[in-house]
């Protein structure tokens, strides 16, 4: 079954633990994503790769880091969480870049306090 | 970049009615319009998408219409039923980054 699927589905941390939220597709696309969705405010995009060790930042990349080592995975990695980065967060994954289907991970619920 | 307006941002309709929703883009050179549908506690997942050259497309009760000239295009679900109350997200690709940049969505909420 193709699919994006993301660990940890929820998770509550403290101010300033690093943390890492994997990311992991099994279609082979090349371009994968971060977004944070925020009531009224939709999904804001934080980071794209679009191929392995090729990273670059979206809309509101601050106080996150990604990497690219494989294909199949693009982990978001949190160094010094805040509670402005309290917000539910999925990835994606699509073949192409910003003009085909986009599939989505189940998300991730995040709190910092 | 791209900036996406989407409204509105709540709908209640009743159960058998229509609902629209309505997005504008800002960038004449995005040519790929798609619709999400996000139920709860799942991730967004696309409904239909339309691109730059039709100007309507229909998918059984579903159906999207496209204004090139007025850039901006919506969503239509006819004959609503309780299952399609969710959140739906228009979007639209930002060229110069290469992503898609998305409204700030619609809750809809089908009364039974």
């Known amino acids: 079954e193709a699919q994006v699927t993301q660990n940890p589905r929820y998770l509550i941390t403290v101010t300033g633990k690093k943390l890492t939220v994997t990311c992991s597709q099994n279609m082979n696309h090349e371009y994968m994503s971060w977004y944070r969705q925020d009531p009224g405010l939709g999904l804001r995009q934080i980071y794209y790769?679009?191929?392995?060790?090729?990273?670059d930042k979206g809309d509101v990349p601050e106080g996150y880091k990604v990497s690219r080592k494989e294909k199949r995975n693009f982990p978001l990695i949190l160094e010094s969480p805040s509670p402005n980065q309290t917000s539910l967060y999925f990835c994606a994954s699509s073949s192409k870049t910003g003009n085909t289907e986009a599939f989505f991970g189940q998300g991730t619920r995040l709190t910092v306090v | 970049g791209e900036n996406v307006e989407q409204h509105p941002s709540t709908l209640s309709v009743q159960e058998g009615d229509s609902a629209v929703i309505k997005c504008t883009y800002s960038d004449s050179a995005s040519n790929y319009f798609p619709w999400y549908k996000q139920e709860l506690g799942k991730g967004p997942q696309l409904i239909i998408d339309?691109?730059?050259?039709?100007g309507e497309k229909k998918d059984q009760r579903i159906a999207v219409t496209l204004n090139k000239t007025a850039k901006h295009f919506s969503l239509h679900i006819t004959e609503t039923q309780p299952e399609d109350s969710a959140v739906y997200f228009c979007a639209a690709p930002d060229t110069g980054r290469r992503a898609l940049t998305f409204g700030s969505g619609t809750r809809l909420q089908v009364q039974p």
């Open positions: 790769s679009m191929n392995v060790e090729v990273t």
């Open positions: 339309i691109r730059s050259n039709v």
